[in-house]
């Protein structure tokens, strides 16, 4: 498959339009993906064209990075690498820390992890309300002037940390929640990227499964699964969130697509810089979201779409209290 490129805000940064998400394989949702077969999975998205891969010290911790690290590296030069800094010793109980030094520290390790001379793009996983976002842009910066790392990227940042973070070192993306489930970015944050010239990657565009049409009431999830700590997917909340599905499942039929292909879709269709990044760990279901790609929505489709799913009220919190408070700094 040829999957058309986008490129990230004004940085050049040139990708794959959609990426892969690769935390699910070794971290959230349950036993870790056998690495043998994660490894064919990895390798099997770049066959199908896919160039930017998702990962972070903290999923595992340690392990996802090492994974892809065995994954990419006979086509490393090929591929766009994205990881991520900001918890303590990569343990995400252990809460945020993005000191200059625990940066720089996070850098060296994951170079060795990848299995490579530099990242492509680095993140702030979340942001650190206690060290200012200008030291941590300078950091970051100062990485990048020694070719450790190319581009910066903020995750899950509100509007005033994106943009004093970006007058010290110009922000290549950020990476946030957005579907048609969670359209919060759409009031702020939409409008500032495009202002700055930043490129937006959604996290969970398929809503963590959900908007795939796999997930009901009686689904029941592994107890490593995260979902159980998520409000959104009590039991009584994903009864009361069946609208939006059963109502994309009928906009799929009209287009001979699948429910998680026309949620794709409708990212990309948003803006020319927006570059999803579902995860999976089934080959079929990567062929599936790859597909979606190739859906072209018309501006008639994609306001149908919209105006439908704004008529649903989705119920539930998206985080658990304790990670909601990381959010949107």
């Not at 390798?43 to 903290?58: K, N």
């Not at 994309?248 to 429910?259: D, I, K, S, W």
């Not at 979606?292 to 489709?301: H, R, Y």
Request: charged letters at 25%.
């Amino acid at each position: 498959m040829n999957i058309q490129k986008r490129k990230l805000g004004k940085s050049g940064l040139e990708v794959s339009a959609l990426g892969l998400g690769c935390m699910g394989l070794s971290f959230g949702y349950g036993p870790a993906t056998d690495k043998a077969d994660a490894v064919q999975l990895i390798r099997s998205a770049y066959e199908l064209g896919v160039t930017f891969f998702d990962t972070a010290e903290a999923y595992g911790p340690f392990t996802n990075e090492e994974l892809l690290g065995e994954a990419l590296k006979t086509f490393r030069n090929s591929v766009v690498i994205a990881t991520k800094f900001g918890f303590k010793d990569g343990i995400t109980a252990l809460g945020l820390d993005s000191r200059p030094e625990t940066i720089r520290a996070v850098a060296e390790a994951s170079l060795k992890r990848l299995k490579t001379d530099r990242i492509d793009l680095f993140y702030q996983h979340r942001v650190d309300p206690n060290v200012p976002i200008e030291e941590v842009a300078g950091t970051v910066k100062e990485l990048i002037q020694e070719g450790k790392v190319k581009h910066f990227g903020l995750s899950e940042a509100g509007v005033h940390t994106i943009r004093k973070a970006h007058a010290v070192q110009p922000v290549t993306a950020l990476q946030s929640e957005y579907s048609l489930w969670w359209r919060e970015p759409e009031q702020e944050i939409l409008p500032t990227l495009e202002e700055l010239g930043i490129g937006f990657v959604p996290f969970s565009p398929l809503g963590k499964g959900f908007l795939t049409g796999r997930i009901d009431e009686n689904t029941a999830f592994g107890k490593d699964d995260f979902r159980n700590t998520v409000p959104r997917f009590s039991e009584v909340n994903r009864k009361a969130n069946q609208a939006l599905v059963d109502l994309l499942g009928r906009m799929a039929n009209e287009r001979n697509a699948t429910p998680a292909r026309i949620a794709l879709a409708w990212l990309l269709a948003q803006k020319p810089w927006i570059v999803p990044i579902p995860g999976t760990t089934k080959l079929h279901r990567l062929k599936e979201n790859i597909g979606s790609a190739a859906i072209t929505l018309s501006a008639d489709d994609f306001r149908k779409i919209t105006a439908a799913v704004s008529k649903i009220e989705v119920k539930g919190g998206r985080y658990a209290e304790q990670s909601q408070k990381m959010v949107n700094r």
